[in-house]
């Protein structure tokens, strides 16, 4: 039997990836509350594994090409037949590209439009999609506005935080007032979107949140040393793990006896290895690089404490929630963190674990030296952590008031998803 339903384009940076767990969780919940999705991915996928959770996606995939050196006879092709399809759109996506040009004198300009252009006149983009919607406000955000106004339907997109606060405001504000709606994962993110839509465009809150079901925490392990401390990032700048490094540098001189799992792969990877290193702890931290979810469930289950170190960079690219601090806390292991970015909607001072102030090793040493050596503390954080989780960070609550969104205000008439 055919499939009638409308078709929700997701346009997305790269797909799978082994960080946005998240967009592939929200996809396939989506799906199953009877969403049709195609999916639009930038880049291809760069790691060699996805999470298995991917492999429960129904949707099709289609992929751009990130370069346009190399395919420039297929981009003009499809354009000019865009071109020839709907004339006046296309003169007015292109006024909008050239203006762009000349304030940035950034050749994306012009390969947004290509690519959405080459993306409408794909035979594998059919049916057509109703509405655009674009997970990051910058590059997929580009591509999915070009393409709505090709085709006169509407976009959308999802804020999360290097898209949102790395964009020149005036640039971020007159994306959201051209879209139907924006949504975003944090309230601090909220804020900011709403400040800029000047009441022009609803702003929603949606946090991610985790699949409760998959984070089954298993009997503690005994809290003795060696103590086994946990972190799960990028390696990259905004995630702080220099912090951290020089933290459990500060630990180790302390006397306290620890090893350290470190998960995740990155550019930064040799110079914190070389940073473990000068800091003495080089036998104690052990890099893994990147693995599916399956396998860090055993690190979580292993882990007296986890800690993060998340900073705002000179740029203004930071973290909003790293979804790992919600995990480790629906897992029973309590976190150290910072007080920067939206971090505090999750973590509450002295209530579901510790915050300190950014680049401040001392007083990341010390709150994780609290973490695993006062069990006074551990027994009033943890439950009150996994409660943290369970009432405010279910992603199938969150998803299906995305869906309502979705039902309610993509597309003409409203109620195109229902």
Same mark, same amino acid.
């Given at each position: @039997? *055919? ?63 990130? @370069? ?31 203006? !762009? ?27 057509? $999609? ?32 290097? +898209? ?5 405001? *005036? ?8 879209? $139907? ?15 800029? *839509? $000047? ?11 985790? +699949? ?20 799960? *990032? ?35 990877? !040799?110079?914190?290895? $070389? ?35 998340? !900073?705002?960079?000179?740029?203004? +690219? ?10 480790? @806390? ?55 952590? @996994?409660?943290?989780?369970?009432? +405010? ?26």
């Amino acid at each position: @039997m *055919a499939d009638d339903r409308p078709v929700l384009a997701m346009v997305l940076k790269g797909y799978p990836r082994i960080s946005e767990t998240f967009i592939s969780n929200e996809i396939r919940l989506l799906e199953e509350m009877g969403l049709r999705i195609r999916i639009i991915s930038m880049r291809r996928p760069r790691e060699s594994f996805a999470h298995a959770s991917v492999s429960r996606i129904k949707a099709d995939v289609v992929y751009l090409p990130e @370069m346009l050196t190399g395919h420039w006879g297929e981009f003009l092709r499809r354009n000019l037949r865009q071109l020839r399809a709907r004339p006046v759109a296309y003169l007015k996506a292109t006024a909008r590209m050239l203006r !762009q040009f000349v304030k940035t004198r950034r050749s994306a300009s012009l390969k947004h439009l290509l690519q959405a252009g080459y993306l409408l006149q794909d035979p594998a983009s059919d049916p057509p $999609a109703a509405h655009f919607h674009a997970h990051f406000a910058h590059s997929p955000g580009s591509v999915a506005r070009y393409a709505a106004m090709l085709t006169g339907l509407p976009f959308s997109f999802t804020g999360h935080a290097k +898209d949102v606060y790395t964009q020149k405001p *005036a640039a971020l504000t007159e994306k959201i007032r051209h879209a $139907a709606f924006a949504v975003t994962c944090t309230g601090h993110n909220r804020d900011y979107l709403e400040r800029l *839509a $000047a009441g022009r465009t609803p702003v929603h809150l949606v946090y991610h949140g985790i +699949d409760l079901s998959l984070f089954s925490p298993g009997p503690p392990p005994p809290l003795k040393p060696p103590y086994r401390i946990l972190s799960v *990032a990028r390696l990259t700048a905004k995630k702080g793990l220099p912090t951290v490094l020089r933290a459990l540098g500060l630990l180790a001189e302390m006397g306290l006896d620890f090893t350290c799992d470190v998960i995740g792969e990155g550019e930064d990877r !040799q110079k914190l290895e $070389a940073l473990a290193g000068y800091c003495g702890i080089s036998t104690r931290v052990f890099f893994h690089g990147a693995m599916p979810h399956e396998k860090v469930l055993d690190f979580y289950r292993a882990a007296h404490a986890f800690v993060l170190g998340c !900073q705002v960079l000179p740029n203004g +690219d930071r973290d909003g929630i790293p979804n790992v601090l919600v995990e480790s @806390m629906a897992m029973g292991v309590p976190v150290a963190a910072t007080s920067v970015s939206a971090i505090p909607e999750l973590v509450t001072e002295g209530e579901t674990g510790l915050l300190v102030p950014p680049g401040d090793p001392e007083a990341l040493a010390q709150a994780v030296h609290r973490l695993v050596t006062d069990a006074g503390l551990r027994g009033r954080i943890i439950p009150a952590a @996994m409660e943290k989780v369970r009432r +405010d960070f279910d992603n199938t609550v969150h998803t299906a008031r995305l869906a309502d969104i979705f039902r309610q205000r993509a597309g003409s008439p409203p109620g195109i998803f229902a």
